[in-house]
């Protein structure tokens, strides 16, 4: 996806962004992820919400890198996604993999 640099129209290089980063920090209602989002600095980071399949959509676009959650969340957001037919979420989105 090509983007452009604000108010010039120059295309602006992807390898030129910061390394996006994700930390899954747990589930709600058994079909949202709750997670972290920062470019390049973790000490500013933003928290989201999103459905299963608009996350792993969110991380696959930005190519993040998905950092590892602590066991009891990995373990829940594990058994949410299997619950919403898609085992294997965060080795999905980890990998960059589309459905």
């Known amino acids: 996806m090509a983007r452009s640099v604000q108010g010039t129209g120059a295309p602006a290089r992807t390898?030129?962004?910061?390394?996006?980063?994700?930390?899954?920090?747990g589930t709600r209602l058994g079909r949202f992820v709750e997670f972290e989002f920062s470019l390049g600095d973790d000490d500013l980071s933003v928290e989201l919400i999103l459905p299963t399949k608009a996350f792993e959509e969110f991380c696959r676009a930005r190519s993040a890198v998905v950092l590892p959650p602590d066991a009891s969340t990995a373990?829940?957001?594990?058994?949410m996604a299997w619950r919403a037919g898609h085992p294997g979420l965060l080795q999905r989105t980890s990998?960059?993999?589309a459905d």
Do not use: T
């Open 15 to 25: 390898d030129d962004l910061p390394q996006a980063r994700v930390r899954v920090l």
């Open 75 to 79: 373990e829940a957001l594990e058994q």
């Open 95 to 97: 990998r960059g993999e």
